[in-house]
């Protein structure tokens, strides 16, 4: 007997796995088309209207079966009994079937990364995955209080499921590659705002930068990270838009040793986690000319930041650090600063400074 049960279980499955929602869907709409109006040629004029029928339908062909409504005639009885329980209880089994396999697959897709994300618009897409340094990288992100509230798209190639599932702030693809166009469509590559190119290895990074300077749109900021300094300087000749940094492990060991606490500084620099960090804010289009100087002592006054420079694009060339107080200063430049948290450009007030 339960090698019958299995098999009789196993055939079910396999008819509900093969009926599509639209199926589903008509068979409901034509079963309850088909008791409205066998009721209504039996007389049950209580049961007919639109949306008392609806009503009753749903809880009696769920067997929940309230009472409050019910067949009142003799032929409303054997129609309620012979066609509406039992067709309508099939029904009912199969759309529960098919609700519970398509939340099975949209979970299963979410964690083998399989989902398409190219209605995303404004987000951050994290190329490549590393066991430690991605999620510390995550964490930075989302320890900014104040950073614009954008999706988080961890790209991948590995053979691995979502690692961060947990997490609601992080959506998961798996592609085949990082430089096929038609998989990059997948991540919105030409809506995202900011991307990290961290790849398994330097050629890794080095072709999807290449690859993908040209998709994105115009003031997407791409960073990538290297571990060899020669691929930086081939990927500058050709990609402006991207922001190449590498391991500067010898010159933190060498500033650590003269100057001692060098490495403490570079990390309360760089991490959001705790103490000062250094941010970067745009000055808005059409402000008249500022001198540094007066910058400086405004953020200091009132924001209790500090400047470090003046960058006149998003990769940050030719970055003045540290200039003389009166240094000029136009829209579009971008200061970089230290503070506790980040200054948003609408609590400045730009136009007094531009006086």
Request: some cysteine; hydrophobic content about 45%; proline content about 3%.
């Amino acid at each position: 007997m339960p090698f019958i049960f299995r098999r009789f279980f196993l055939l079910v499955r396999s008819h509900i796995d093969q009926v599509s929602w639209q199926a589903v869907a008509l068979a409901t709409l034509l079963h309850m088309a088909l008791i409205w109006l066998l009721l209504v040629f039996a007389g049950e004029s209580s049961l007919t209207p639109a949306s008392t029928f609806v009503y009753y339908y749903i809880v009696t062909t769920s067997t929940v079966g309230y009472g409050d409504f019910s067949a009142s005639t003799d032929l409303g009885r054997w129609i309620v009994a012979l066609l509406q329980i039992p067709f309508g209880l099939a029904l009912f089994g199969v759309l529960l079937g098919k609700t519970g396999q398509t939340v099975t697959y949209l979970i299963r897709r979410a964690m083998t990364g399989d989902k398409s994300f190219s209605h995303f618009n404004n987000h951050i897409i994290i190329f490549g995955w590393h066991q430690t340094r991605t999620k510390k990288m995550i964490d930075y992100i989302l320890a900014d209080q104040k950073r614009a509230d954008r999706r988080i798209l961890l790209a991948v190639t590995e053979q691995m499921e979502h690692p961060f599932l947990t997490n609601e702030h992080v959506d998961f693809a798996r592609l085949s590659s990082f430089t096929d166009c038609e998989q990059l469509e997948r991540v919105a590559i030409k809506y995202a705002d900011k991307i990290i190119i961290d790849g398994q290895d330097d050629d890794q990074t080095f072709t999807t930068a290449l690859r993908i300077s040209k998709l994105v749109k115009e003031g997407c900021h791409i960073s990538a990270h290297f571990n060899d300094e020669s691929k930086v300087e081939m990927l500058l000749e050709h990609c402006h838009n991207v922001e190449c940094s590498s391991a500067k492990s010898a010159e933190i060991l060498v500033r650590s040793m003269q100057d001692p606490g060098s490495s403490r500084v570079q990390e309360e620099l760089l991490s959001t986690l705790h103490g000062d960090t250094q941010f970067s804010l745009a000055i808005p289009a059409g402000l008249a000319q500022m001198e540094f100087g007066k910058l400086f002592h405004h953020f200091k006054h009132d924001h209790d930041a500090i400047l470090l420079g003046v960058a006149h694009n998003l990769s940050a060339k030719n970055m003045d650090l540290n200039p003389p107080l009166n240094y000029p200063v136009n829209s579009g430049d971008i200061l970089h600063y230290i503070a506790i948290d980040r200054v948003l450009s609408d609590e400045v007030n730009w136009q007094e400074l531009a006086k």
